[in-house]
C-alpha cells in the first residue's frame, strides 16, 4: 500500500512517497491526475524519451514491456562489458571440496584412481552471504538527455548481476528526491521498491523505473499525490544529499550501495570497478580475521 511520510533530509523537510512497487506509484498517481494531463501533454518527446499523449499512457507503459529499453539496456551492457574489463566479486557460494578424511558422499571413481574421494560442499571463505541494498537515483536536471539517466541503471543492474552470481543477495529501490519542490518550500522525495532480495532481477521492470520518460512523466506527476501542496513551478532542484532518505530503509550503511552522478559508459565502469573493489576488500579482510 502506497504510504506518505514526512521526514527532514539533507536538513529540510520532506514529503516523502513510499511505493513497494512500479505498479503501486503508478496506479496512484493515474487515479489523483485523471483530469491533469497538461503537464506531460506538453512536455517534448526528446525531453521525455518517449512520446505518450497523456498520463494515464505513461502510467499503463510503465508496466508493460518496454522493448526499445530492454534493447537499450543490452546494448548499452554489452558495450559496458565489451569495452571494460570488469572485476568479479569474490564468491560467497559454497564450492565442491574433496577430501581423503571426510564428506557428505564418495566418489567410487575417484577412490578407485587414489584420489580424494569424499565431496563435500564448503564456501571458499567464511563470510556469511551478505545482503544489499542497490538504490538508484533516478532524478536529474533538465540540461541532462533523456537518454543519458539509463546509465545509472545500467550501473546498477551490473552490479546486481555480479552480486547475485557471486552469492550475494540484492534489492533495489530506485528514488528521486527534491529540495524546495513545493511552494511552501518542503522538499519532495519518492521511492519505489523494484526488486525484493527473493526476487530475479526484471530488465522489463527496471528499464522502465530508471528511464528518463518515467521519472519526467509518472515521476512529475506524483507531486499530485501530496495532499494541501501546490508543486513550485519548476518542481524544484536534485537533491544529492540523501543519507537521510535511504537509512530509512536500509540502516545498515555498510548494506547500501548508492547509485547516482553516472551519466555515460565511463562513469558506469568506473562506479562498477569502484563498488566491487570495496566489496571484495571487505571480502578478504573478514577472511583474513577469520
Not at 516523502?16 to 493515474?30: C, F, G, H, I
Not at 495532499?227 to 548494506?255: C, I, K, Q, W
Not at 566489496?279 to 583474513?288: C, G, I, P
Request: glycine share 6%; aromatic share 8%.
Amino acid at each position: 500500500m502506497l504510504r506518505h511520510t514526512t521526514a527532514k533530509i539533507g536538513g529540510t523537510k520532506h514529503h516523502v512517497t513510499v511505493a513497494d512497487s512500479v505498479k503501486e506509484l503508478t496506479d496512484a498517481v493515474a487515479a489523483k491526475t485523471k483530469n491533469k494531463d497538461r503537464r506531460v501533454a506538453e512536455l517534448s518527446e526528446s525531453f521525455l524519451g518517449r512520446f505518450f499523449k497523456d498520463i494515464g499512457q505513461a502510467c499503463d507503459a510503465a508496466t508493460q514491456p518496454w522493448e526499445d529499453g530492454i534493447r537499450m539496456v543490452a546494448d548499452m551492457t554489452s558495450e559496458l562489458r565489451k569495452t571494460v574489463k570488469l572485476p568479479k566479486p569474490v564468491s560467497l557460494k559454497r564450492q565442491k571440496m574433496w577430501s581423503s578424511e571426510d564428506g557428505d558422499e564418495i566418489d567410487f571413481d575417484r577412490l578407485r584412481a587414489g584420489e580424494d574421494f569424499y565431496r563435500t560442499t564448503k564456501k571458499k571463505n567464511s563470510v556469511k552471504t551478505k545482503q544489499l541494498t542497490v538504490f538508484i537515483d533516478t532524478c536529474a536536471n533538465a540540461r541532462r538527455k533523456a537518454a543519458s539517466l539509463l546509465w545509472r541503471g545500467i550501473a546498477a543492474i551490473t552490479i546486481a548481476r555480479l552480486l547475485e552470481d557471486a552469492g550475494y543477495r540484492v534489492a533495489i529501490m530506485t528514488y528521486d528526491s527534491a529540495t524546495r519542490g513545493f511552494e511552501s518550500g518542503k522538499g519532495h522525495s519518492v521511492i519505489v521498491c523494484v526488486k525484493k532480495m527473493q526476487d530475479r532481477i526484471n530488465i522489463g521492470t527496471l528499464a522502465s523505473a530508471v528511464s528518463g520518460w518515467f521519472f519526467r512523466s509518472v515521476g512529475f506527476e506524483s507531486y499530485n499525490l501530496i495532499p494541501r501542496e501546490t508543486p513550485s513551478y519548476n518542481l524544484g532542484h536534485h537533491n544529492e544529499d540523501v543519507g537521510e532518505l535511504l537509512e530509512m530503509f536500509e540502516p545498515n550503511p555498510d548494506a547500501r550501495l548508492n547509485i547516482n552522478g553516472v551519466w555515460d559508459k565511463d562513469g558506469a565502469a568506473s562506479l562498477i570497478k569502484t563498488v566491487i573493489e570495496k566489496l571484495n576488500s571487505e571480502a578478504e579482510n573478514k577472511l583474513a580475521v577469520a
